[in-house]
């Protein structure tokens, strides 16, 4: 059996309970292969782990968790921009991806592409209107827009959530 580990997406820890073969997580979704897991895990840096995704990629494009791991991977590396491409194309494949949405909105909003983070969290609200990170997240773009009503209820919502 795989040993638990911390989500690369959202940090949640994903038990040591393999669905098939794939750990999946239960905050955000983003599950890979165990094999897969271990090896991103036993990486000694972001550079290593960004070239064993480039490889996942290349032997899977249309596998949503690699493409978002990816986005991940690049955006704690600083490149933002393809980070935002890799979670869109996550997207593509899974629209159900929560996390993918999610830090797809945290990267729009951190290229200070606000408009755009709002669409991408709105998007996950449709997927799930309850995860208090996200109505964190867009409580925040709101606050950075000025727009204080809404701020304050996504940040409310949120508290809701999670009262933690």
Do not use: W
């Not at 905050?27 to 064993?52: E, H, K, S, V, Y």
Request: glycine share 8%; with cysteine; aromatic share 4%.
């Amino acid at each position: 059996m795989p040993a638990a580990h911390h989500c690369p997406g959202c940090g949640s820890l994903v038990p040591p309970v393999a669905q098939g073969n794939r750990l999946q997580c239960p905050d955000c979704g983003g599950d890979l292969p165990a094999a897969d897991q271990a090896r991103l895990d036993a990486a000694a840096n972001d550079q290593a782990r960004l070239a064993i995704l480039e490889e996942l990629v290349a032997e899977r494009p249309d596998d949503a968790p690699v493409q978002f791991h990816l986005g991940n991977t690049l955006y704690d590396i600083g490149q933002l921009e393809s980070a935002i491409a890799a979670y869109r194309k996550a997207i593509a494949i899974d629209p159900q991806l929560l996390g993918a949405h999610v830090n797809l909105g945290s990267a729009l909003d951190e290229s200070g592409k606000l408009e755009d983070a709002l669409v991408a969290y709105e998007a996950a609200l449709a997927v799930d209107d309850t995860d208090a990170r996200l109505l964190c997240n867009l409580g925040g773009v709101y606050f950075q827009k000025r727009r204080i009503d809404r701020a304050l209820e996504y940040f409310e919502r949120a508290l809701e959530a999670d009262p933690q």
